[in-house]
């Protein structure tokens, strides 16, 4: 799987929020296929609530990890229903 | 003249220009202004903070194009809705299926005890109307009472917030087994009780009629003059009656510190645990001599029959029926 870094560092809510949703919802078709993984570096705590909030309604799944100066928040396609039934 | 009018034509001109350059800006302002507010509608929608002017210069805010962006992923949203909404359904469908083929009656109620969910059988069990049963209480539609009965499982689970069985719950003369489960949110209070209704009555009649018949097989070999008793694969007594008692001397109360080889004369045990070996190998043995010992340790010959009932190829009881032989009469030993 490819994972595209996108570094928002020093940006914040909501322009933060917008690249988020730019990049998902350029990149849809990849993300929903499981080829693709997003990964946002964001120093901006909201950033950590609403980008997962939003991409979780949109049907992702997401990860939200604290590295040394940021969040790392990483967007990827939710497991398949048949997925879930067999995990 | 000429001049007059030219300057008169120019500074009609200007003046329009002028007043046309004020109708675009105030016609931009506006656009820049609705984008903004629209886009804030949405982004708040979104659940963040509206975008401040210093974020997004004017000119950057028509370039970027927020709204394009919200509005696409306000897309996937409600894809990703529709999406849930055909799971959501098939659920739906999955569990009224499960719900209709099993064999109990099933109610899911509120935390007011009201209704909201039956299947089938709970209407096949009970007299109840299903047009009006969605919002009734359970208390009126199955209890048909409209104050709660003592023994209410519902009222117990929302008292206790754990599931709760009750094995013979008896309405209108029927029996049941109620099972109920509570449903709790995530701060554990109980939003919903699922209550699953077994209905026993032909088991329950059943079982009292096996007690029945038991009870009178009982009284026979207890008034029987023939010594009857009961032996378990391991040597103790299920069942003696009066004639075995007063013919080896024991009160009842003394029977269930006995092993079978306790009262068998000295001599005759070997035999007897031969005997005893064969039948739990399922024979049938017929004139069975060998003489008991009574709690006095006096010798007594008897003659009898012996079969071992047998439950999925295990044997379960001996059950032997013997008479004392008469003065006279040969003992196993005797014959040896």
């Known amino acids: 799987m490819e994972v595209k870094e996108i570094d928002m560092r020093g940006q914040i809510c909501p322009s933060s929020l917008l690249t988020a949703l730019r990049e998902i919802n350029a990149n849809k078709a990849a ?32 990860s939200v990890v604290k590295e040394d100066d940021s969040y790392r928040i990483d967007v990827f396609a939710q497991p398949t229903e048949t997925e879930i039934r067999n995990s | 003249m000429k001049a007059f009018i030219s300057k008169l034509l120019g500074d009609t001109e200007e003046t329009q220009l002028v007043s046309e350059n004020r109708f675009l800006r105030e016609q931009q302002f506006k656009q820049v202004e609705y984008i903004r507010r629209k886009t804030n509608q949405l982004l708040m929608l979104m659940g963040t903070l509206p975008i401040r002017p210093e974020e997004l210069d004017d000119d950057t805010l028509i370039e970027t194009d ?28 999955e569990i009224q299926a499960i719900l209709s083929s099993v064999g109990v009656g ?12 039956y299947n089938q059988k709970i209407v096949e069990l009970f007299p109840l109307n299903k047009d009006s049963l969605i919002g009734q209480t359970c208390c009126h539609a199955v209890c048909g009472t409209s104050t709660l009965p003592a023994d209410c499982t519902f009222t117990r689970i929302l008292e206790t917030r754990r599931p709760y069985h009750q094995s013979d719950w008896v309405q209108s003369g029927r029996h049941f087994d109620v099972a ?52 378990t694969p391991d040597g103790s007594f299920l069942f003696v009656n009066r004639a075995w008692r007063e013919l080896l001397g024991y009160l009842p109360h003394e029977i269930s510190a006995l092993k079978f080889w306790n009262i068998i004369a000295p001599e005759c045990r070997k035999e007897c645990m031969e005997h005893f070996d064969i039948l739990m190998h399922g024979e049938r043995l017929e004139d069975v001599r060998t003489c008991l010992l009574s709690k006095d340790g006096q010798e007594i010959a008897v003659a009898g029959q012996i079969n071992c009932s047998f439950s999925n190829g295990k044997p379960i009881a001996t059950f032997g029926l013997f008479r004392q032989l008469e003065a006279g009469h040969e003992t196993p030993q005797a014959k040896s």
Do not use: W
């Open chain 1, 31 to 62: 993300l929903r296929s499981g080829l693709l993984r997003l990964s946002f570096l964001s120093d901006n705590r909201d950033s950590t609530a609403t980008i997962p909030e939003s991409a979780a309604n949109m049907g992702y799944g997401v």
């Open chain 2, 66 to 93: 927020p709204i394009g962006t919200v509005a696409d992923a306000f897309a996937q949203i409600l894809e990703h809705e529709k999406e849930l909404n055909e799971r959501l359904r098939m659920a739906h469908d």
């Open chain 2, 106 to 117: 099933i109610l899911l109620l509120d935390s007011s005890m009201q209704i909201q969910m």
């Open chain 2, 180 to 231: 109920g489960v509570p449903i709790k949110n995530r701060f554990g209070e109980v939003t919903h009780v699922v209550l699953a209704y077994t209905e026993t009555t032909s088991r329950v009649e059943t079982e009292r009629r096996l007690r029945e018949r038991e009870q009178i097989c009982l009284d026979v070999f207890e008034n029987i003059s023939d010594v009857v008793q009961c032996v």
